[in-house]
Protein backbone atom coordinates (compact mmCIF):
# COMPACT_ATOMS: atom_id res chain seq x y z
CA UNK A 1 0.00 0.00 0.00
CA UNK A 2 1.20 3.26 -0.55
CA UNK A 3 1.07 5.73 2.63
CA UNK A 4 1.94 9.36 2.83
CA UNK A 5 3.70 9.82 6.58
CA UNK A 6 3.55 13.72 7.45
CA UNK A 7 6.42 14.62 10.22
CA UNK A 8 9.90 13.24 10.44
CA UNK A 9 10.06 13.17 14.23
CA UNK A 10 10.38 10.47 16.74
CA UNK A 11 6.93 8.82 16.13
CA UNK A 12 6.63 9.60 12.25
CA UNK A 13 10.46 7.80 12.00
CA UNK A 14 9.67 4.92 14.06
CA UNK A 15 6.15 4.63 11.86
CA UNK A 16 7.96 4.73 8.47
CA UNK A 17 10.33 1.90 10.06
CA UNK A 18 7.57 -0.13 10.77
CA UNK A 19 5.56 0.56 7.86
CA UNK A 20 8.75 -0.38 5.17
CA UNK A 21 9.33 -3.82 7.23
CA UNK A 22 5.54 -4.32 5.74
CA UNK A 23 6.66 -3.63 2.99
CA UNK A 24 4.58 -0.55 2.45
CA UNK A 25 5.43 2.00 -0.45
CA UNK A 26 6.22 5.26 1.69
CA UNK A 27 6.39 9.22 0.98
CA UNK A 28 8.00 10.81 4.42
CA UNK A 29 6.68 14.50 4.32
CA UNK A 30 8.67 17.16 6.33
CA UNK A 31 9.16 20.82 6.25
CA UNK A 32 12.79 20.52 7.49
CA UNK A 33 15.36 20.00 4.96
CA UNK A 34 18.03 19.18 7.92
CA UNK A 35 15.74 16.29 9.06
CA UNK A 36 15.22 14.86 5.26
CA UNK A 37 18.75 15.16 4.50
CA UNK A 38 19.57 13.21 8.20
CA UNK A 39 17.40 10.61 7.24
CA UNK A 40 18.24 9.93 3.42
CA UNK A 41 20.80 7.39 4.48
CA UNK A 42 18.42 5.84 7.41
CA UNK A 43 15.10 4.88 5.87
CA UNK A 44 14.23 3.08 2.75
CA UNK A 45 11.19 5.69 1.60
CA UNK A 46 10.74 8.72 -0.38
CA UNK A 47 11.65 11.83 1.39
CA UNK A 48 9.79 14.81 0.65
CA UNK A 49 10.56 18.65 1.70
CA UNK A 50 7.43 20.68 2.38
CA UNK A 51 4.36 21.58 3.92
CA UNK A 52 1.82 18.24 4.34
CA UNK A 53 -1.03 20.15 4.24
CA UNK A 54 0.12 22.04 0.87
CA UNK A 55 -2.32 19.93 -1.97
CA UNK A 56 -0.14 21.33 -4.95
CA UNK A 57 2.68 19.18 -3.15
CA UNK A 58 0.42 16.24 -2.73
CA UNK A 59 -0.93 16.07 -6.05
CA UNK A 60 2.65 16.01 -7.11
CA UNK A 61 3.24 12.91 -5.23
CA UNK A 62 0.04 11.60 -7.05
CA UNK A 63 -2.53 10.59 -4.37
CA UNK A 64 -4.33 8.43 -6.75
CA UNK A 65 -3.38 5.37 -5.50
CA UNK A 66 -2.52 6.45 -1.47
CA UNK A 67 -4.14 4.14 0.78
CA UNK A 68 -3.73 6.53 3.88
CA UNK A 69 -2.73 9.50 4.83
CA UNK A 70 -0.88 9.76 8.25
CA UNK A 71 -0.06 13.06 10.14
CA UNK A 72 2.12 12.96 12.90
CA UNK A 73 4.06 16.51 13.40
CA UNK A 74 4.14 18.33 16.87
CA UNK A 75 1.45 20.42 15.60
CA UNK A 76 -2.38 19.17 16.55
CA UNK A 77 -3.51 21.71 14.45
CA UNK A 78 -1.12 20.90 11.06
CA UNK A 79 -2.25 17.29 11.94
CA UNK A 80 -5.73 17.71 11.42
CA UNK A 81 -6.07 20.31 8.77
CA UNK A 82 -3.39 17.92 6.37
CA UNK A 83 -5.76 15.16 6.89
CA UNK A 84 -8.72 17.73 6.10
CA UNK A 85 -7.12 18.19 2.88
CA UNK A 86 -6.09 14.78 2.34
CA UNK A 87 -9.32 13.29 2.78
CA UNK A 88 -10.72 15.85 0.49
CA UNK A 89 -8.62 15.40 -2.33
CA UNK A 90 -9.48 11.66 -2.02
CA UNK A 91 -7.43 9.84 0.33
CA UNK A 92 -9.41 6.40 2.03
CA UNK A 93 -8.11 6.27 5.17
CA UNK A 94 -6.53 9.38 7.36
CA UNK A 95 -4.82 9.57 10.96
CA UNK A 96 -3.75 12.51 13.09
CA UNK A 97 -1.88 12.60 16.21
CA UNK A 98 -3.71 14.49 18.47
CA UNK A 99 -2.14 15.02 21.94
CA UNK A 100 -4.91 17.63 23.10
CA UNK A 101 -7.46 15.30 24.15
CA UNK A 102 -9.56 18.24 25.09
CA UNK A 103 -9.95 18.32 21.16
CA UNK A 104 -11.07 15.09 20.53
CA UNK A 105 -13.38 14.73 23.64
CA UNK A 106 -15.76 17.67 22.12
CA UNK A 107 -16.34 16.50 18.92
CA UNK A 108 -19.00 13.97 18.19
CA UNK A 109 -18.96 11.96 15.54
CA UNK A 110 -20.69 13.73 12.74
CA UNK A 111 -17.81 16.53 13.37
CA UNK A 112 -15.26 13.79 13.18
CA UNK A 113 -16.33 12.80 9.77
CA UNK A 114 -16.64 16.60 8.74
CA UNK A 115 -12.91 17.08 10.08
CA UNK A 116 -12.24 13.87 7.69
CA UNK A 117 -9.91 12.58 9.99
CA UNK A 118 -10.81 8.70 10.48
CA UNK A 119 -8.76 7.47 13.29
CA UNK A 120 -7.43 10.66 16.25
CA UNK A 121 -4.14 8.84 18.27
CA UNK A 122 -2.15 9.95 20.96
CA UNK A 123 0.94 8.24 21.86
CA UNK A 124 1.74 9.54 24.55
CA UNK A 125 -1.57 8.64 26.07
CA UNK A 126 -0.93 5.03 25.19
CA UNK A 127 2.71 4.80 26.86
CA UNK A 128 1.10 6.10 29.76
CA UNK A 129 -1.68 3.31 29.88
CA UNK A 130 0.93 0.46 28.88
CA UNK A 131 2.96 1.71 31.80
CA UNK A 132 -0.54 1.75 33.97
CA UNK A 133 -1.03 -2.11 32.80
CA UNK A 134 2.17 -2.85 33.87
CA UNK A 135 2.07 -1.91 36.90
CA UNK A 136 -1.54 -3.31 37.61
CA UNK A 137 -0.01 -6.13 36.64
CA UNK A 138 3.84 -6.70 36.96
CA UNK A 139 4.03 -10.33 36.63
CA UNK A 140 2.41 -10.74 33.19
CA UNK A 141 4.77 -10.77 30.20
CA UNK A 142 1.84 -8.81 27.87
CA UNK A 143 -1.40 -7.19 28.60
CA UNK A 144 -3.95 -6.27 25.69
CA UNK A 145 -7.28 -4.28 26.22
CA UNK A 146 -10.26 -5.26 23.78
CA UNK A 147 -13.49 -3.56 23.29
CA UNK A 148 -12.43 -0.69 25.23
CA UNK A 149 -11.26 -2.04 28.02
CA UNK A 150 -14.24 -4.57 28.53
CA UNK A 151 -11.53 -7.30 27.91
CA UNK A 152 -8.56 -7.75 29.26
CA UNK A 153 -6.04 -10.14 27.12
CA UNK A 154 -3.16 -10.96 30.38
CA UNK A 155 0.26 -13.44 29.26
CA UNK A 156 1.81 -15.40 31.86
CA UNK A 157 5.30 -17.86 32.14
CA UNK A 158 4.18 -20.49 34.75
CA UNK A 159 7.39 -21.76 36.49
CA UNK A 160 7.59 -24.92 38.87
CA UNK A 161 6.19 -22.66 41.90
CA UNK A 162 3.62 -22.13 40.40
CA UNK A 163 -0.03 -23.52 43.13
CA UNK A 164 -1.69 -24.52 39.78
CA UNK A 165 0.53 -26.59 38.10
CA UNK A 166 0.25 -30.26 37.19
CA UNK A 167 -3.21 -30.54 38.30
CA UNK A 168 -6.35 -30.64 35.26
CA UNK A 169 -8.22 -27.10 34.79
CA UNK A 170 -11.76 -29.16 35.99
CA UNK A 171 -10.55 -28.90 39.70
CA UNK A 172 -9.20 -25.44 39.24
CA UNK A 173 -10.97 -22.52 40.76
CA UNK A 174 -10.19 -19.10 39.35
CA UNK A 175 -10.98 -15.65 40.18
CA UNK A 176 -14.95 -14.70 39.04
CA UNK A 177 -14.99 -13.14 35.24
CA UNK A 178 -11.53 -15.21 34.60
CA UNK A 179 -11.27 -17.65 31.80
CA UNK A 180 -8.20 -19.54 30.56
CA UNK A 181 -8.09 -19.52 26.66
CA UNK A 182 -5.07 -20.76 25.61
CA UNK A 183 -2.01 -22.46 26.59
CA UNK A 184 1.36 -22.20 24.84
CA UNK A 185 3.18 -25.57 24.84
CA UNK A 186 6.32 -26.08 22.49
CA UNK A 187 5.54 -23.44 20.33
CA UNK A 188 2.13 -24.56 19.42
CA UNK A 189 -1.03 -22.81 20.74
CA UNK A 190 -3.58 -24.97 22.54
CA UNK A 191 -7.41 -24.62 23.37
CA UNK A 192 -7.40 -25.76 27.00
CA UNK A 193 -10.51 -28.34 28.02
CA UNK A 194 -11.38 -29.66 31.07
CA UNK A 195 -8.84 -32.32 31.29
CA UNK A 196 -5.58 -30.16 30.32
CA UNK A 197 -2.83 -29.77 32.66
CA UNK A 198 -0.58 -26.28 32.99
CA UNK A 199 2.80 -27.28 33.25
CA UNK A 200 6.24 -25.49 33.78
CA UNK A 201 7.91 -23.05 31.40
CA UNK A 202 4.38 -22.99 29.94
CA UNK A 203 2.46 -19.45 28.61
Partial sequence: ???????????????????????????????????????????????VCGNGSDIQLLNEIDLSDVGMFI?????????????????????PSTVARVRDT??????????????????FINPEMVTAQELLHIIETPSAL????????????????INSTFPLVNKPLKELTFPEGVLLVGIL???EMIIPHGESILRSEER
Wanted: charged content about 30%; glycine content about 8%.
Fill in 102 to 119: NIVDHMDDHMKERLGVDL
Fill in 142 to 157: DVEEFGQGAVRLMEFK
Fill in 1 to 47: MKIIVVGAGKVGYSLCERLVQDDHDVYLIDRSQERIHNLENTLDVSL
Fill in 71 to 91: SVTDSDEVNMLSCAVAKIAGV
Fill in 185 to 187: RLG
